[in-house]
């Protein structure tokens, strides 16, 4: 069954009786239609009547209706009205702008704006490098999307987008200081992409690209990354493969494997799954297996886009061929990022002893994790409510604010696997354990980790400071 999530809390005012057993009724109500009850506060109270907002978190929509009809159905108790408490964190969005600087009177426009402000116009001018010490620059980064490829949506356009893209730019800022904008582009066109966001360029100290369907991204983020001189880094590639290669350096610490020994499967071959195979054959593990809908991805398959057919010649070192479920038969790993419900427990069952499972497809996972917490040793999701969350969070906002300081733009290996690094380091030896392989994405002590070793591995591949 589905567990409920605040990301489907409603609160819901009632008009209920007003006898010692209203709210006790209201409360067995959430608790037979399956809610988690969160709070019950009694807003107003009257010698006959109460009315009373009752918040709790349901399954998914449809589970916040029937909650709603429940409650409508107490004796005595009618309902007055409905808000999805999702909705009201985003009513006007979750982004402004401030200004860092006072402009009380005269003297501060003076200095701010014109005239004085021409002064620094003329500096930068002169000496272009000054842009990054006089203006936002040096800590702005742009969130760009075309909406092509949005968490678990899809396709859903570049408005439909802009949600997520809001809630990007603020893990930046409340993570790593990092002030970000979102910039969501009515095209998906490579050349009109890749022209618009050189245009931009001045503006900002970063590109951030997220939610591009592969494979235009591995177009649009190479040439990006020829033609301008910040950094740019696809967060669905390179900010999942630096967690998942954080997350299983920590699991294979907890089972105590090597990771050039490992027999590792990976589900899904789009912008996550490259990068987490590139990511992992750097730092080492040699034996993978990549899988799509129709199967392992082998040397001798008819169809093989570019992007697959690297992956062919560069993985799959016993020439496996067959399914998904067949690939995984005495594999040391499994890392999905693909598509939900694939395998049941009985697949993972097939695994080699002490196997490690990361089921990250959003919101429903390749597995139940559950069934695979039967027969594995370590099991991570990409939610919120099940132990070892591999979110991105830890990696980008550190990332970022490393390579900003350090003014630095060639995203290379060794600045990911530093970051890797930094992420698996933050979780002591003391704390891990099979539920716990990587930090909370709360833990204030990430983000700088990260950026220092960021900062370090960028000023040794001789970038400048």
Known sequence: MS??????????RVDAPADAGATSGLVAAVSRAGGALTALDVVESHADRIVVDITCDATDADHAETITATLGEVEGVSVRKVSDRTFLLHLGGKLEVNSKVPLRHRDDLSRAYTPGVARVCRAIAENPEDVRRL???????????????????????????????????ALFK???????????LDTKDPDKIVDIVRAIAPGYGGINLEDIAAPRCFEIERRLREELDIPVFHDDQHGTAIVVLAALTNALRVVGKDKGAIRTVVSGVGAAGHAIIRLLLAQGVHDIVACDRRGIVHRDRDGLDPARKWIAEHTNPRDATGTLAEALADADVFIGVSAPNLLTGDDIATMADDAIVFALANPDPEVDPFAAREHAAVVATGRSDFPNQINNVLAFPGFFRGMLDAGAHEITDAVMLAAAGAVADAVEPEQLNAAYIVPSVFDPQVAPAVAAAVRAAGSSEGEPR
């Open 3 to 12: 567990r409920t999530s605040p990301g489907y809390a409603i609160t819901v």
């Open 135 to 169: 203006t936002i620059k040096r800590n702005t980064v742009a969130v760009v999307t075309d909406g092509s490829a949005v968490l678990g949506l899809g396709d859903i356009g570049p408005a439909a987008a802009l949600p997520v893209m809001e809630g990007k730019a």
């Open 174 to 184: 409340q993570f790593a200081g990092v002030d970000a904008w979102p910039v969501c």
